[in-house]
């Protein structure tokens, strides 16, 4: 079955400095892929996703980009305010399910004052 | 619009208890996926329904049942719990016509 791998599992950066968190899925007929970002209490929020036809989307200071042949999907925050520390997680749906998302092991993010 | 509304927030519950936890979507999302996160995991997924019928099960035993509404709200039960019950139980709605999902607070449960 489907499987994410999802690195690092904690990261820490100064803020103002970039940070990027990496996943990797297993069935390259995979076409769908959205990062969540969950704060401490609280359920996970969609904040960006692309599909397999697609390369690389942004929203403002985040990120996303595909790398089809590799089987690899990035999380781009640039420009890291304390706001944005919290668990990341990279998710997947097995091909022709979109009801059920894989997810990866999550990326504690803390960005430093 | 209200986002994905789930009660209650916190739970506590004995060993061999029965607990039920409700969910109700997004207006217009027919779709409800189930999610149970242990601590210090990615949420792992439990059913989905739509249009009042399971459409998908995760490796979960049969202990966990759940079912859909009419108004496309839900409720997720689990018979029997066991200590490693204890976790957030998430609800995701979906309108299928595209795949993003959106999850709710999440309901905490403590099993002792």
Redesign the interface.
């Known amino acids: 079955g489907e499987n994410v791998e999802?690195h690092p599992s904690t990261l820490s950066v100064q803020e103002g400095d970039s940070a990027v968190i990496k996943c990797t899925y297993s069935d390259s007929a995979s076409n769908?892929f959205?990062w969540?970002k969950q704060e401490l209490g609280?359920?996970?929020?969609?904040i960006i996703?692309i599909r397999s036809n697609v390369g690389e989307k942004k929203d403002q200071r985040i990120a996303v980009t595909l790398n089809k042949t590799a089987k690899h999907f990035s999380l781009h925050i640039t420009e890291t305010q304390p706001e944005d520390s919290a668990v990341y997680?990279c998710?997947t749906?097995p091909p022709g399910?979109?009801?059920?998302?894989?997810?990866?092991?999550?990326t504690t993010l803390q960005v430093k004052p | 619009d209200a986002g994905?509304t789930q009660s209650p927030t916190h739970l506590i519950k004995t060993r061999g208890q029965q607990v039920t936890l409700r969910c109700s979507p997004i207006s217009g999302h027919k779709?409800v996926?189930w999610?149970q996160q242990v601590l210090?995991?990615?949420?792992?997924?439990i059913f989905?329904y739509?249009e009042k019928e399971e459409?998908?099960r995760?490796n979960f035993p049969d202990r966990f049942s759940a079912r859909q509404f009419p108004n496309y709200s839900s409720e997720l039960n689990v018979n029997a719990l066991l200590l490693g019950d204890s976790a957030l139980y998430?609800c995701?709605s979906?309108a299928?016509i595209t795949?993003?999902?959106?999850?709710?607070?999440?309901t905490r449960l403590t099993v002792t």
Not at chain 2, 40 to 45: A, E, M, R
Not at chain 2, 99 to 106: D, R, S, T, W
């Open positions: 999802q769908y959205p969540y609280k359920g996970p929020q969609l996703d997680f998710a749906p399910n979109t009801g059920k998302l894989i997810f990866g092991q999550g | 994905v779709s996926s999610y210090g995991q990615g949420p792992q997924f989905q739509y459409r998908g995760g998430l995701a979906t299928l795949p993003e999902q959106y999850f709710g607070p999440g």
